[in-house]
């Protein structure tokens, strides 16, 4: 076997553990989120940098339109890494739910003493059957998924003080809507 052929098997094996090894610590970081307390640490930071990050971090494919609209100088006093962590979750649904491309839209605005995230996506939507138990333990609609996400995501809003709500069509998308407390750093 040529030597180029074992060193691609090779970097292709280490992808797939690197891939397992990540929705491995994915699945247990949202069993510890959904089953010990959790103590906000607060401070404020950058939003939109913060979601900068987060959609640097996220593999997507090429024929996807994100959008931020966000006031690059709206600083928020919060945990940084549960907005991180409810983001993120949000954010991989919604491209999870876009196969074959689309458009996620990530906005926020102030609203009375609350802040509000939004996450749009134009992907598959929710079924009707499933939007009661949306928010519920163990519930997927995904062949690889363990249903603790969206579980743990409404936890951790609630920790936060905050609500979280959804409006879905099928076949036309979802937009999920945090409302958070408003403290400005």
């Given at each position: 076997?040529?030597?180029?052929?074992?060193?691609?098997?090779?970097?292709?094996?280490?992808?797939?553990?690197?891939?397992?090894?990540?929705?491995?610590n994915?699945?247990?970081?949202?069993?510890?989120?959904?089953?010990?307390?959790?103590?906000?640490?607060?401070?404020?930071f950058?939003?939109?940098?913060?979601?900068?990050?987060?959609?640097?971090?996220?593999?997507?494919?090429?024929?996807l339109d994100?959008s931020?609209?966000?006031?690059?100088?709206?600083?928020?006093?919060?945990?940084?890494?549960i907005?991180?962590?409810?983001?993120?979750?949000?954010?991989?649904?919604?491209?999870?739910?876009?196969?074959?491309?689309?458009?996620?839209?990530i906005?926020?605005?102030?609203?009375?003493?609350?802040?509000?995230?939004?996450?749009?996506?134009?992907?598959?939507?929710?079924?009707?059957?499933?939007?009661?138990?949306?928010?519920?333990?163990?519930m997927?609609?995904?062949?690889?998924g363990?249903?603790?996400?969206?579980?743990?995501?409404?936890?951790?809003?609630?920790?936060?003080n905050?609500?979280?709500s959804?409006?879905?069509?099928?076949?036309?998308?979802?937009?999920?809507?945090?409302?958070?407390?408003?403290?400005l750093?």
């Amino acid at each position: 076997m040529p030597e180029s052929k074992t060193k691609k098997e090779v970097a292709e094996s280490l992808d797939d553990i690197e891939t397992n090894i990540n929705y491995i610590n994915k699945i247990v970081a949202d069993l510890q989120d959904f089953s010990r307390s959790i103590n906000p640490e607060y401070s404020d930071f950058n939003l939109k940098e913060l979601i900068e990050t987060i959609l640097q971090s996220i593999s997507r494919q090429n024929n996807l339109d994100v959008s931020v609209k966000i006031d690059p100088s709206f600083t928020i006093i919060s945990d940084r890494s549960i907005i991180r962590r409810i983001l993120t979750n949000l954010t991989v649904n919604a491209i999870q739910a876009m196969p074959t491309g689309g458009r996620l839209s990530i906005s926020s605005f102030k609203e009375g003493g609350n802040i509000a995230i939004l996450v749009e996506d134009t992907g598959v939507g929710i079924p009707e059957d499933i939007k009661p138990k949306l928010f519920s333990p163990m519930m997927t609609t995904k062949a690889k998924g363990q249903g603790l996400g969206l579980a743990v995501v409404k936890r951790l809003v609630e920790t936060l003080n905050g609500t979280i709500s959804f409006e879905s069509q099928e076949g036309k998308g979802t937009k999920f809507v945090i409302m958070l407390p408003l403290q400005l750093g």
